[in-house]
C-alpha cells in the first residue's frame, strides 16, 4: 500500500510504483489522504518543535488502513519496512506502539483476531545503514530506490532525506547505484 497524503513528492510515487512491479506486485494500491499533511506545511504552533515531515497520527492511520485491507483479504501478515533509526524520531514507529496497535486492531476486529493478523516489522531492530546492508546482499534494486523529500526529478543529495540515505550507504560500505550514476554522468 501506498499512501498519497499532502505535498509527497511525485518520484516517490514513481518509485514505489517500480519497486512494487519490479517485485511482482499484482494489487498495489495507492490510499489518497489529501488532508493528512506533514507538521512542515501546517502552521500550527503546537506542531512546531516537531520534525518537518512529523505527520500526526501518521501510523495509527496507515496501520488501521492497512488492517481494512488485511481484513478484505484475509492477509496472515501486515508489513512495515521501518527500521531503529525511525523509533528514535517517532514514537508511532517504536515497536511498543504496535504491539499496542495489533492489540486494538485485534479487539476491534473479530476477523484478524481468529485470523491472528500479525503486523511484522523485520527490520526494526536494525539501523538505516544494516537495512542497506543487507538490501545489497539480497540485491533489492536499489536504484529503484527513492528518498529525497524534494519534488524533481533526480535526488537533490542537500535535503535531509537525501543526506540520511548518503550517511547510510556510507556506513554501510555500499555505492549508491544512483550516485555512481550521478557521477559517472548518466543521470543529469
Ligand atoms: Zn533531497
Same mark, same amino acid.
Given at each position: 500500500?501506498?499512501?498519497?497524503?499532502?505535498?509527497?513528492?511525485?518520484?516517490?510515487?514513481?518509485?514505489?510504483?517500480?519497486?512494487?512491479?519490479?517485485?511482482?506486485? +499484482?494489487?498495489?494500491?495507492?490510499?489518497?489522504?489529501?488532508?493528512?499533511? +506533514?507538521?512542515?506545511?501546517?502552521? @500550527?504552533?503546537?506542531?512546531?518543535?516537531?520534525?518537518?515531515?512529523?505527520?500526526?497520527?501518521?501510523?495509527?492511520?496507515?496501520?488501521?488502513?492497512?488492517?481494512?485491507?488485511a481484513?478484505?483479504?484475509?492477509a496472515d501478515?501486515?508489513?512495515?519496512?521501518?527500521?531503529?533509526?525511525?523509533?528514535?524520531?517517532?514514537?508511532?514507529? @517504536?515497536?511498543?506502539?504496535?504491539?499496542?496497535?495489533?492489540?486494538?486492531?485485534?479487539?476491534?476486529?473479530? !476477523?484478524l483476531?481468529?485470523k491472528r493478523t500479525k503486523?511484522?516489522?523485520?527490520?526494526? +531492530?536494525?539501523?538505516?545503514?544494516?537495512?542497506?546492508?543487507?538490501?545489497? @546482499?539480497?540485491?533489492?534494486?536499489?536504484?529503484? !530506490?527513492?528518498? $529525497?523529500?524534494?519534488?524533481?526529478?533526480?535526488? $537533490?543529495?542537500? $535535503?535531509?532525506? $537525501?543526506?540520511?540515505?548518503?550517511?547510510?550507504?556510507?556506513?554501510?560500505?555500499?555505492?549508491?547505484?544512483?550516485?555512481?550514476?550521478?557521477?559517472?554522468?548518466?543521470?543529469?
Amino acid at each position: 500500500m501506498t499512501f498519497v497524503y499532502h505535498g509527497i513528492a511525485n518520484r516517490e510515487l514513481e518509485a514505489a510504483r517500480d519497486i512494487a512491479s519490479a517485485v511482482g506486485i +499484482e494489487d498495489h494500491r495507492f490510499v489518497q489522504l489529501p488532508d493528512l499533511r +506533514e507538521a512542515g506545511d501546517v502552521h @500550527s504552533a503546537t506542531l512546531a518543535a516537531r520534525p518537518s515531515v512529523y505527520i500526526p497520527g501518521r501510523n495509527g492511520i496507515f496501520y488501521s488502513l492497512a488492517a481494512s485491507y488485511a481484513e478484505e483479504v484475509g492477509a496472515d501478515l501486515i508489513v512495515g519496512g521501518h527500521n531503529k533509526d525511525d523509533a528514535k524520531l517517532f514514537k508511532d514507529a @517504536s515497536p511498543s506502539f504496535f504491539l499496542l496497535l495489533q492489540q486494538a486492531l485485534w479487539e476491534g476486529s473479530p !476477523t484478524l483476531r481468529k485470523k491472528r493478523t500479525k503486523i511484522l516489522l523485520p527490520l526494526s +531492530e536494525m539501523s538505516k545503514a544494516e537495512v542497506v546492508e543487507l538490501a545489497s @546482499s539480497k540485491k533489492v534494486p536499489l536504484d529503484l !530506490t527513492w528518498s $529525497c523529500h524534494r519534488n524533481g526529478r533526480d535526488h $537533490c543529495w542537500e $535535503c535531509e532525506g $537525501c543526506r540520511a540515505r548518503v550517511a547510510a550507504f556510507a556506513r554501510a560500505r555500499v555505492s549508491d547505484p544512483l550516485r555512481t550514476a550521478v557521477n559517472s554522468g548518466k543521470i543529469q
